[in-house]
């Protein structure tokens, strides 16, 4: 459980330490790609607490959720629509879900010890 945790710590420090910045027109693909990123990482992390977790799951999902989000955010920009909100709330929903169930095992082998 500490390497998911500690590869989204280091990418975290890349990611505010590079230079790259991102133009404003791609903001809404930006937001929801890692938004779609930190579900998978939370699902992965969150299975594997639960003794369940399959690579094939997780890479198949990480890269399906990215894909289409960015099919959402890619149509609902040409129709004038902002469709990725969609998205948005559904990754966020299954982000905070996650982070619960995490936090609440967390919690519970702290308390056993």
Not at 1 to 15: N, T
């Amino acid at each position: 459980m500490i390497i998911p945790i500690i590869g989204l710590l280091i990418g975290m420090a890349i990611g505010l330490l590079s230079p790259v910045t991102i133009p404003i027109q791609y903001s809404s693909y930006m937001s929801v790609a890692i938004l779609a990123a930190l579900d998978s990482v939370f699902g992965g992390i969150r299975s594997s607490i639960e003794k369940t977790f399959n690579i094939e799951i997780f890479i198949s999902g990480f890269f399906g959720n990215a894909v289409l989000a960015a099919i959402l955010t890619y149509i609902g920009d040409h129709l004038g629509v902002p469709i990725y909100y969609a998205a948005i709330f559904a990754f966020g929903v299954r982000l905070f879900q996650n982070f619960a169930i995490i936090r609440r095992y967390l919690l519970m082998s702290f308390k056993k010890k």
